[in-house]
């Protein structure tokens, strides 16, 4: 991980309606960030061909499809999610540690299969940054939002997760309670000069990485930009800022 330019850390989320907007944003930001992110929007409009195109052009995808069921579907969905080849993959840790695990099994089971060096990495989604504490306490999760968050992250790590998705606030203590190993991605980034959208905890793409984020994902600031790939090197050489340092400690 170390070793990686701050444009690999960058994902583009993109959250559009058809299966050829979302290529021609992939295609105007290849080789100047490291991975697009395929959602349930243009998931469900154009199923797995988007995946697939990306993975055949040499993108590295984040299939967010945050999984939720029983461990024999999850284990079975997961499977295919690392046969179309995706790089990170989500599910909710609040699925369990079983339905966990299975997810872990299935991407494995793909790996074996397609041959492939590196099986599809499992993020765990803890709670939805869009829950506060009156929304969870309704679901039955007592508790801050922190402590219900770094429960699950601890979970998802024990059940053999590569890592969570985490709001900029919670990177920290993740970080702190989960070990260097642990996969950190972090959405709700805005750079220094920007409009925050409807994101309401933003942070920048400097102070994420610094609070130990591995990978940031972004959307309106790079796709609505009037130009995306300056927009995406503007993000990156601001991430630079907090590389740097943490670069040059590992030698
Ligand atoms: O356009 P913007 O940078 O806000 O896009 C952020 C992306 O990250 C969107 O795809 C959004 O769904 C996703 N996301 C988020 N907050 C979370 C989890 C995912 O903004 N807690």
Do not use: W
């Not at 050829?20 to 944003?25: E, H, K, N, P, S």
């Not at 409807?198 to 600031?221: C, H, K, M, N």
């Amino acid at each position: 991980m170390t070793n990686m330019q701050a444009k690999d850390k960058i994902i583009v989320a993109l959250d559009v309606p058809s299966a050829d907007a979302a290529l021609r944003v992939a295609q105007q930001l290849h080789g100047h960030v490291g991975m697009f992110k395929v959602g349930s929007e243009v998931f469900t409009a154009s199923g797995p061909s988007v995946t697939h195109s990306l993975v055949t052009n040499g993108e590295q995808v984040f299939l967010d499809l945050k999984f939720h069921d029983i461990p024999n579907t999850v284990r079975a969905a997961a499977y295919q999610a690392g046969m179309l080849g995706a790089s990170l993959l989500t599910i909710h840790a609040s699925g369990g540690s079983k339905m966990i695990a299975a997810a872990v099994d299935g991407v494995h089971a793909a790996a074996k299969a397609r041959g492939a060096a590196n099986p599809t990495h499992v993020l765990a989604v803890t709670a939805l940054t869009s829950l506060g504490p009156d929304d969870l306490a309704e679901v039955g999760l007592k508790g801050s939002p922190e402590e219900t968050v770094l429960r699950l992250a601890r979970l998802a790590e024990s059940a053999g997760a590569d890592g969570v998705v985490a709001s900029p606030r919670e990177i920290a203590v993740i970080r702190r309670a989960c070990g260097p190993e642990f996969l950190i991605v972090t959405p709700g980034i805005r750079p220094a000069a920007g409009a925050s959208d409807d994101q309401a905890r933003t942070a920048t793409p400097e102070s994420a990485v610094r609070a130990g984020a591995d990978y940031l994902v972004i959307g309106r600031p790079i796709t609505a930009a009037a130009d995306p790939v300056a927009a995406a090197r503007a993000i990156a050489a601001e991430m630079e800022t907090a590389l740097a340092p943490l670069l040059s400690r590992a030698g």
